[in-house]
């Protein structure tokens, strides 16, 4: 029997590693990749939390949250593009002039 | 009583005003000048048949009142627009429309060689001074009578400052402004004691409430409203400490000084004491000091007209005494006899400084004795007309100057004041000399107008605005010089028969006459009630029964002999001071010059004024600039108010320094300052 605990240990670890290369990877793409990996790691609590307390909404929510995570790789991948005409590079170190 | 048209006396002039400051630029003068002459030529006979209307009325409830508007309303303090008409106001109505119609005639002459826009701006001015000396003396409660006040104040302000462009012009207008905002801070102060005294700005329910209470013996609450309010009248009335403005004031053109400066708005004082005579009558402290200064002032201002050489000053000066004599008349409480001289001084000395303004125009703009002389024959109507005033001022029997002094002196002896009267009976001495001084400089004698006159060092550079330019041809020898046109000589003529009689409506019992102005005024002194009855304020109900009828001014008979005797004084050292201007100024030419060098530590003094100027100067001025530059603007601007504003910029942008360190572009120190936060965020949820 798969408990709740297993279920959020694995988002917990899911979220980390998605942290963890949203920090330390030099490619946008790769961070972009990062964040799919972070919201799915919520995604997996939230319908692990669903089916602990016998709801749906957890999968509502889930629902919800891919939506809004296709919307935001097509804006990001759009953007990407953007920024690799601009300086021919996608390491985001090279995007730091929007300052004082 | 109530009436429809008394506010027409106040608001022909103002239309006059409204006219001739809107439309004025593009009228022609005659236009312009015949509107303002004319205006006020109908206010006159408006205010002739207003005061008739009440003469006919019995003498105890003479008034006629009209209410504008209801002004303010605060709880149970309400305040009407509201102009009264009562015996006091008559006179003045009469000398503000009269004096104020006839200069203003002689002006459309006096004034012919400005251009369009400022003959019309001149006339505005002057439209709007009489708007708001006619709301002044007619105004039925402090507050209205304090717009009057004020308003004549800018008047005056603008009128003395009419040929703006001269600097001299434009210092003395700041002076007198600034001077006068002295006293009528102290007449604000007063007005505001008497709202919280006796709840009432009315001048009948203030008297009828002072009425019922005791004569202050020491210095108490009416006491300090009185006093505070003469402070106000020493600004306006141009009395010590405050009578500096006046004689600069001259720099207006000659008109003004005779009307604001000599007939009728340096009088506000005078009359404001008039009309609240109970109230003074109840502070005898504040009457003391009154008399003493306006008898200070009289004898003080005059040893400085003695050496004076400016003509308008000379007059300036005898205005600030004879002022003094009204103040000493209405502090040892002879207010009629000092309405009296009121009046009569209005007559004389507007003729005076009209006559003296036809020897300037003459001459195109010379205004110094010391370059006239001779000019007797040259400008024979100035010369009689102004001989006459001078007569009239000096004090000659049976000329009005003689009765009104007269009757102050008599008072002020009477009243045991003979110390006040010995000083009274030497500034008229005075008056009388420094009067034929003028008189005799610059009509009698040699004429030093010649070749003296000119652009040369000797003409202050003042009085070119209206001299040189219309006129290339003046500085060839006297054959030019033209007697007053017809408008001024009526304005100096008509003034002059009013120099004569007008005294004759004061003849003093003992002349065998019947002090009919002294009687016409007794009832406007005390606080009698039945015109109106009282409806606001505490008194409220306080009416018909106090409709007693004024003492019987009657109770002088006794004195008959007293006043007979001072007016034989009196009229003897009105003849030694002409003789005396005639022996040092006409007989024996020299002395006055080696008195002058014998003396001229006296001599400087009185020609540089007592150096009261410079005093003021160095004790009031130069402080508050000092305060204010180092002070104010050094100090607590520039350090204080600045410091804190760019203080506040400082701190926004050291913070910044620091601040913006973490805006540093770079996404993933966004992203992980996001990250941290929200870590932390969960942390304090959870471990709370």
Known sequence: MVSLGHYLVLSGLLFAIGAAGVFMRKNLITLLLSVEIMLNAVNLAFVAFGREFGTVDGQIITFFVM?????????????????????????????TSLKW | MGSRVLALIPLLPFAGFLVNATLGRRLPKAVSGGIACGLMVVSFFVAVMQVWTLAGMPPESRQISQTLFTWITAGDFSLDLALRLDALSAVMILVVTGIGSLIHIYSTSYMHEETDPDYARFFSYLN???FFMLMLVLGSNVLVMFVG?????????????????????????NKAFIVNRVGDFAFILGALLMVTTF?????????????????EATFGTISLITLLMFIGATGKSAQIPLYTWLPDAMEGPTPVSALIHAATMVTAGVYMIGRNAVL?????????????????TALFAGTIGLVQNDIKRVLAYSTVSQLGYMFLAMGVGAFGAGIFHLYTHAFFKALLFLGSGAVIHALHGEQDIRHMGGLKKHLPITYWTFMIGSLAIAGVPLLSGFFSKDEILFETFAGGHQLLWIVGALTSLLTATYMFRLVHLTFHGE????????????????????????????????????????????????????????GYIGVPPALGGHNALGTWLEPAFQATNCGAPVTTGPLAGLAVENCLPGEEPGGEHENAGLELGLMIVSSLIAFAGIGLAWFLWIKNREIPGRLAAQFPGVHQTLLNKYYVDEAYDATIVQPIKLVSQEGLWRGFDVKVVDGAVNGAGYLVSGVSIVLRLVQNGSVKTYAASTFLGAVAILAYYLWR
């Open chain 2, 128 to 130: 709007l001074f009489c």
């Open chain 2, 447 to 502: 004429e030093r107008f010649g070749g003296a006159h000119g652009h040369d060092s000797h003409v202050v550079p003042a009085h070119a605005t209206h001299a040189a330019p219309a006129h290339p041809t003046h500085s060839t020898h006297g054959t030019h010089l033209h007697d007053a046109p017809a408008p001024m000589a009526f304005a100096l003529i008509v003034l002059a028969l009013g120099s004569v009689l007008a």
């Open chain 1, 67 to 95: 939506t809004v995570a296709a919307a935001e790789a097509a804006v990001g991948l759009a953007l990407v593009i953007g920024l690799f005409r601009h300086r021919e590079s996608l390491n985001p170190e090279a995007f």
């Open chain 2, 280 to 296: 003074f009558e109840h502070a005898p402290m504040t009457l003391g000091i009154v008399a003493v200064v306006g008898t200070a």
């Open chain 2, 149 to 173: 006040w004020e308003g004549v104040g800018l008047c005056s302000y603008l009128l003395i400052g009419f040929y703006y462009l001269k600097q001299s012009a434009s210092d003395a207008a």
């Open chain 2, 199 to 215: 709840g009432s700005l009315d001048f009948t329910t203030v008297a009828l409430a002072a009425k019922e209470m005791p004569v």
